[in-house]
């Protein structure tokens, strides 16, 4: 395996486990889409990392989190405007970045494809030393935070009362996104990003029965969607970022049959014995 | 003695409508406090304002002596809220939900110990529901759920349990199974106040009911007894309708 190769593959291995195990607690707080939200705000970090001649993964790091962090005060005040003005900040996000990346020099529009949409194949050993940190520091928010992570996405109010340090906390959870979005960046790209921190959480609770189980499979998933992923896409020479998603989907849709059926069929054999006393046999037993 | 929970002339409005209005309320150690009304009526904003979940526009809360600002001794408080669904968008098993009860008592990024397993067994055994520690919540019924929730309030050892509607809709075997649980928590010396609409198996442990209606304290006494259809014998609701139906009985001290 080449050099390049074996670069984005750490790369993508990276973003599978640290973009569910952070997207959980978006998902059981039902703001899924938070993710993508936060993409469109780092563009403006990246177009200033490119105006500037800085770098952009750091720049879009900084803008992404203060992002998420003006998104959490908007949703800690529970006004009904928060909705307009989270939209505000994305398409302000989008818009910003498009006009700073104009601003710096014609090269650049070609890179701003590329953080849009992941461009792993050209992963430089710097950016995979900085997305291994980021990554590493994500996923230890995402574990050792669990039981009061949970607490808070689960029920805020109960964590008030129980004296936790509730804000705290949510800024916490809103900044890890924001680093988690950005590092994923490189790998799926800023407008996919939050596909990896929803699809293999939403396939796992198919089959899962607790909060720890269903991150522990969903981090699996994640590694799995991001390995065979670019396998697929060095095969058929597609783009990686969108090849990952896509086989996240699909071993979505594959679940979602497979766990009904098996139910189904569960029902199906469970069904007899529920017959009530007294009720009349059944002529004809289908088995 | 100083009250457990202290509420002074607390006034909540949202948008220039009072909610409440002046009202004060005391409950000392080891109380029973039932707070009933109509739906509206500003119970629920009531026990939630004296929490700090609803900012007061006039008034003082006190708890355990401490102006509620200062207040820092949560884990002396058990809350149980009104059920909310059947929680987020993950599975969570039912000991994951409760061992959540236990984080007031546990340092931050602290492991769990075996007390606070202990603790997280014996709050389920208390609620009847040791058996269902793996089940996902989801799969329980209404008033197991409501159960779960009671015992996260246990979980913490608190001697003050605040509870908001823990009886709605909830199936009568669940209704036992509270009411033996707060029934044990009372006879260790625990003080609660909740919110109700009817009262069912809790009324024997009830010292003392405050009928909120219109945002006012319009009594605060003994439980007042069902009238009318609602004093037939199968009939347990308790439903105040306020001064105007029944103003021989509402208007007493």
């Known amino acids: 395996m080449s050099d390049f190769l074996v670069r984005a593959l750490i790369g993508a291995l990276i973003t599978g486990a640290t973009a569910p195990a952070i997207g959980i607690y978006l998902v059981q707080r039902r703001l899924s889409l938070i993710g993508d939200g936060l993409g469109h705000v780092a563009l403006t970090g990246v177009g200033l990392g490119l105006l500037l001649q800085r770098s952009p993964v750091l720049m879009a790091v900084v803008v992404a989190a203060l992002g998420a962090v003006v998104i959490e005060l908007v949703r800690e005040r529970g006004k ?28 650049s529009s070609r890179s701003l494809v590329s953080y849009l949409f992941g461009s792993l194949l050209t992963t430089s050993s710097q950016d995979l030393v900085l997305m291994g940190i980021l990554g590493a520091a ?97 095969e058929a020479d597609t783009g990686p970022g969108a090849t990952v998603v896509l086989l996240a989907i699909g071993g ?33 037993v289908l088995d | 003695m100083t009250p457990v929970v202290d509420v002074e002339h607390a006034v909540v409005s949202y948008g220039g409508r009072a909610v409440l209005e ?39 809360v006190r708890l ?30 039912v000991g994951e939900v409760v061992a959540s009860g236990r984080l007031a008592r546990r340092g931050l990024l602290r492991p769990a110990r075996s007390a606070d397993r202990r603790a997280v067994d014996d709050a389920l055994t208390a609620v009847g529901l040791a058996d269902r520690v793996r089940e ?15 015992a996260r309030a246990l979980a913490g050892a608190p001697e003050l349990l605040v509870l908001d509607e823990p009886t709605a809709g909830v199936d009568a075997a669940s209704q036992e199974a509270f009411a033996g649980a707060l029934r044990r928590f009372v006879e260790r010396g625990g003080t609660v106040l909740f919110v109700a609409h009817e009262l069912g198996p809790l009324r024997p442990l009830i010292t003392r009911a405050v009928v909120v209606h219109h945002g006012s304290i319009i009594h605060n006494g003994r439980v007042p007894e069902p009238a ?9 609701h308790v439903h105040p309708h306020g001064p105007v139906e029944q103003a021989g009985f509402w208007g007493a001290p």
């Open chain 1, 252 to 284: 979505f849709f594959v679940v979602t049959v497979g766990a009904a059926a098996t139910r189904a069929l569960r029902r199906r054999r469970a069904a007899p014995a529920r017959v009530e006393p007294g009720a009349p046999e059944p002529e004809v």
């Open chain 1, 80 to 107: 009904t405007s928060g909705d307009v003005a989270l939209a505000m900040l994305f398409y302000g996000g989008i818009s910003g970045g498009v006009v700073l990346v104009n601003l710096s020099d014609g090269q």
């Open chain 2, 136 to 150: 996902p919540v989801s799969t329980l019924s209404g008033g197991q759920q409501q159960r779960v929730l009671i």
């Open chain 2, 64 to 93: 355990f002596g401490e102006p509620l600002r200062k207040f820092r001794g949560w884990r002396r408080i058990g809350y149980v809220p009104r059920r909310v669904g059947a929680g987020g968008g993950v599975p969570a098993t």
């Open chain 1, 138 to 234: 994500v996923l230890a928010v995402a574990t050792l935070g669990r039981p009061w992570l949970f607490a808070v996405c689960h029920d805020e109010e109960y964590a008030r009362v129980s004296g936790l340090p509730v804000r705290a906390l949510n800024l916490t959870l809103a900044i890890t996104t924001a680093v988690t979005v950005t590092v994923a960046m490189r790998a799926v790209g800023l407008l996919l990003v939050s596909a990896l921190m929803v699809v293999p959480v939403a396939t796992a609770q198919q089959v899962t029965r607790g909060f720890a189980t269903t991150m522990l499979a969903a981090v699996g998933l994640g590694l799995l969607a991001a390995g065979t992923g670019v396998w697929v896409s060095v």
């Open chain 2, 228 to 236: 009318g259809h609602h004093a037939e014998p199968d009939h347990d």
């Open chain 2, 22 to 60: 002046d009202v004060s309320l005391a409950v000392a150690p080891s109380e029973v406090v039932a707070i009933l009304g109509a739906n509206g009526s500003g119970k629920s904003t009531l026990v939630r304002s004296a929490l700090g979940l609803i900012p007061l526009t006039r008034g003082d």
